[in-house]
């Protein structure tokens, strides 16, 4: 056998033969006595197991039987082997024929196997690729036919050789009778007979369908499209950065940044121009008194000598109410609810955000005072007909007003705090701003009057200190520096009863001084009040006994405390919700105390439709001021002390005001 490799091995009476055919295909022969009949196949674990010679091994003990050792198969493909011992001097033709019994054994061996062998034909054949499919299944019957043809050559060559045995080679196939119309339909897969039908029909079918993709030619239309894909792509280049030359320039730039006419000749200086700078960093006006001059109006019209003439004469009006007794609400809501905002009390005082608002103690007139982000007051007379015939606007600061009141002692004098250090009085009698107070090191915050003659004043700086004013002495400096223990002042109010006591809001803090026990180095306050979580914006005194606290705060509360002893801590006694976050472009809320009554409190209010709000200190709301003509937020308010007259000041320098 050409190629192949025999090894025989001798047992007692048994002869063992093993052959390795090319491709992996293995058979494995033992020769059997004349007497019995044997059958060698390739087998697997199962049929090993199953499997025994035709004859009953317990009777032969002497009979050899095959070695069932596993082989490899090639496409489901197994060869078996029949060895039939015979003598030819003892021949029949019927010797030659396998017995039924035996090959009807064989036959269940071989439907055992098909259906592993299915699976393995399927999971093979699924990946291949059909250009492959028809050179894979030409090559398998190509080998097949050789490995059976080496197989009857060597048993050709055994038959030769001995004169007694003789080994017949055949390959095991499949019987005729499992379909004689199938083997019709499969033509050319004749080597596939031990295949059951539909294996043998599907490799047709794939055969076919290789055969049918291979004359569209594709494998051919790939290669040309990707030549033609190739000749289309740019040969690849490094590109070369240019060499800069010494002189030329790195980029283009504007000329007239860098001052050139087209011709490269350079422009002449241009002239400068007066720098505007912004209304918290303008240079502070001159020192000394500063003419009351009208920047709408000329100030030698009939007119404004007139109006000057009107503030002159006013007659002393107390603000204070402590012999008059205190409303009801049930009256005090009647006289709010007749409270009207109409056309002609709605007018822009000033340029920019109001930040203070006055109302004049004035029974007979009313007249309206407003400073403004810019620095500028405003006042504004509504018994003037028309209305802007009624406005005068001042420029006494150059920074923002925070602080605006009219004096206790002499109505015709106003009196302004601005941020750029100045505390100013304006008296209509000599038409002049008086500066009362200058301090360029510090800013200043807020004010209040100490004495009810409005002779000192406290202030508060934006950097947490204090300075005690007195406006008999000569000179613009303070009488006293105090340090707190704040780091910054927002409000300062003094008590109305007990002067000697003021409070101080600061970031977070509120604090209770005594102006007798003042330390110049560091200040302790008498009281702490730590219940605010967030930034303050204002606390003031209730107007006639000082018994009440009113706090603003950044965290949406309104806090009322119980300040009727000042020398224990003041109890909180209601907290209000309330919207008090106005944004960048709006002025904080402030809560204030109406003037004629003790127990209630105005705010502004972000609400819609826009409002004023007034809070009893329970915690209820008593009035909403609300009318088509206010249709802005209201943050600066205050009513006056003796009259049903709320004004509202918003942060586009507009006044409106409520009036029965």
Request: net charge positive; charged share 25%; aromatic share 8%.
């Amino acid at each position: 056998m050409s190629g192949s490799r025999a090894a025989a091995e001798k047992a007692g009476s048994r002869q063992r033969l093993q052959v390795k055919v090319r491709n992996g295909l293995s058979l494995s022969v033992v020769l059997l006595p004349q007497s019995s009949w044997g059958i060698c196949r390739a087998q697997t674990k199962e049929d090993r197991k199953t499997w025994h010679p035709v004859n009953e091994y317990k009777e032969n003990q002497n009979v050899a039987y095959a070695s069932l050792r596993p082989v490899q198969t090639f496409l489901g493909k197994t060869a078996q082997v029949y060895l039939v011992p015979f003598s030819l001097s003892n021949y029949k033709p019927d010797q030659l024929k396998c017995p039924e019994s035996l090959l009807d054994k064989n036959s269940n061996n071989e439907v055992a196997c098909k259906k592993c062998k299915k699976a393995e034909v399927k999971e093979t054949c699924r990946g291949i690729l059909t250009p492959k499919m028809e050179a894979t299944s030409s090559k398998a019957e190509s080998t097949l036919q050789k490995s059976s043809s080496d197989v009857h050559t060597e048993s050709n060559k055994r038959q030769y050789k001995s004169t007694s045995d003789t080994v017949i080679l055949s390959a095991d196939t499949e019987s005729s009778q499992d379909g004689d119309s199938d083997e019709d339909t499969t033509s050319g897969l004749d080597d596939f007979s031990g295949l059951s039908p539909y294996e043998r029909k599907r490799l047709k079918n794939i055969s076919e369908n290789a055969n049918f993709f291979a004359s569209l030619h594709l494998s051919e239309s790939a290669a040309r499209l990707r030549e033609i894909v190739k000749k289309r792509q740019p040969t690849e280049s490094k590109r070369k950065k240019p060499k800069k030359k010494e002189n030329e320039t790195g980029c283009r730039r504007s000329m007239r940044l860098l001052k050139v006419d087209p011709s490269g000749v350079p422009l002449p200086a241009a002239p400068s121009q007066p720098i505007v700078v912004a209304d918290e960093s303008q240079p502070l006006l001159p020192p000394g008194p500063l003419e009351m001059t009208p920047e709408n109006q000329d100030d030698n019209s009939e007119p404004f000598k007139g109006f000057l003439q009107t503030w002159a004469e006013l007659s002393k009006t107390s603000s204070k109410n402590r012999g008059k007794e205190l409303s009801s609400i049930k009256s005090y809501k009647a006289n709010l609810n007749g409270m009207f905002i109409s056309e002609d009390t709605v007018c822009k005082v000033t340029r920019g955000s109001i930040f203070s608002v006055a109302l004049h103690p004035s029974e007979v007139r009313t007249l309206v005072a407003a400073g403004a982000k810019s620095g500028q007051v405003g006042l504004w007379d509504l018994t003037h007909q028309p209305k802007e015939d009624g406005i005068y606007i001042f420029q006494p600061h150059s920074q923002p007003v925070s602080c605006l009141y009219f004096s206790p002692a002499n109505p015709a004098h106003i009196l302004s705090l601005s941020y750029d250090g100045t505390v100013r009085c304006g008296d209509f009698s000599r038409a002049v701003f008086e500066e009362v107070y200058r301090n360029e090191e510090s800013s200043l915050s807020s004010f209040d009057f100490l004495a009810e003659d409005a002779s000192t004043l406290i202030v508060g700086h934006w950097d947490g200190s204090m300075s005690l004013v007195d406006r008999r002495t000569t000179g613009t400096s303070y009488e006293k520096l105090i340090n707190s223990s704040l780091s910054k002042i927002r409000t300062v109010h003094v008590h109305p009863v007990h002067r000697q006591y003021f409070i101080t809001a600061g970031l977070r803090d509120v604090h209770i001084y005594d102006a007798r026990c003042l330390n110049p180095s560091r200040s302790q306050p008498l009281i702490s009040l730590t219940e605010h979580t967030k930034s303050l914006a204002s606390a003031y005194f209730s107007p006639l006994t000082g018994n009440r606290l009113v706090t603003t705060c950044a965290d949406c509360k309104l806090r009322i405390f119980d300040s009727s002893c000042i020398s224990s801590q003041f109890p909180l006694l209601t907290t209000i919700r309330h919207n008090t976050i106005t944004g960048r472009w709006l002025t904080r809320f402030q809560a204030v105390w109406d003037p004629k009554q003790e127990d209630c409190f105005i705010v502004g209010s972000m609400a819609y439709p826009r409002r004023v709000e007034i809070f009893h200190e329970t915690g209820k709301q008593v009035h909403s001021f609300l009318g088509e003509c206010l249709a802005s937020v209201c943050s600066i308010n205050a009513m006056h002390p003796t009259r049903y007259i709320l004004a509202g000041g918003n942060s586009s320098g507009r006044m409106h005001v409520f009036m029965n």
